[in-house]
T-cell receptor, first 111, second 114 residues
Framework: TQLLEQSPQFLSIQEGENLTVYCNSS?????LQWYRQEPGEGPVLLVT?????EVKKLKRLTFQFGDARKDSSLHITAAQPGDTGLYLC???????????FGGGTRLMVKP | ETGVTQSPTHLIKTRGQQVTLRCSSQ?????VSWYQQALGQGPQFIFQ???????GRGNFPPRFSGLQFPNYSSELNVNALELDDSALYLC?????????????FGPGTRLTVT
């Protein structure tokens, strides 16, 4: 069974601070996805990382896939209150027909 | 382009009852996956439907069943409801041969079992 562990579980920071959240597994994934979920809504896909060592940037968000494709990180620069939400990582099984999600990191950015 | 829609938004049921949740996939998407998200946790995969057939199933008992219709919309049925079934049920659609890449989620149905 492929498991994804996210850390930290909760993070409360002030506007303007930088932060990094982590997604770790003992299993190799062909790709990993990052989602953001706001209260009362479904998760929204932010990015998919596919190649080991890959770095993708989405405005102030930087996503990295580990060289061994077992872990990933999300770094947010100069966090804003609009970044508040639940950040989820997810990876497909070998058949590609099932996504395993991590437990999520709940981020609160205070103005 | 219409996104993924789910109905109802909220639902309260009593233990032992049966419930049906509905999902309309994004226009043109032929694959629908269902997830259960307990409070404070990440979503857990229930099953996926592709071309009107189950195409993968997570660790959920048989009382969780589903259907996909020719227009790609889908239903999730849960029989003999238990208190632990209280959760947000998410539907996600994607375009492809039963793969889970580039999934688009609906807003979910919040089920409370009392």
């Amino acid at each position: 069974t492929q498991l994804l562990e996210q850390s930290p579980q909760f993070l409360s920071i002030q506007e303007g601070e930088n932060l990094t959240v982590y997604c770790n597994s003992s299993s190799v994934f062909s790709s990993l996805q990052w989602y953001r979920q706001e209260p009362g809504e479904g998760p929204v896909l932010l990015v998919t990382v596919v190649t080991g060592g890959e770095v993708k940037k989405l405005k102030r968000l930087t996503f990295q896939f580990g060289d061994a494709r077992k872990d990933s990180s999300l770094h947010i620069t100069a966090a804003q209150p609009g970044d508040t939400g639940l950040y989820l990582c997810a990876g497909p099984n070998n058949a590609g027909n099932m996504l395993t999600f991590g437990g999520g990191t709940r981020l609160m950015v205070k103005p | 382009e219409t996104g993924v829609t789910q109905s109802p938004t909220h639902l309260i049921k009593t233990r032992g009852q049966q419930v049906t949740l509905r999902c309309s996939s994004q226009s043109g998407h032929n694959t629908v996956s269902w997830y259960q998200q307990a409070l404070g946790q990440g979503p857990q995969f229930i099953f996926q439907y592709y071309r009107e057939e189950e195409n993968g199933r997570g660790n959920f008992p048989p009382r969780f069943s589903g259907l996909q219709f020719p227009n790609y919309s889908s239903e999730l049925n849960v029989n003999a409801l238990e208190l632990d079934d209280s959760a947000l049920y998410l539907c996600a659609s994607s375009l492809g041969s039963g793969q889970v890449y580039e999934q688009y989620f609906g807003p979910g149905t919040r089920l409370t079992v009392t």
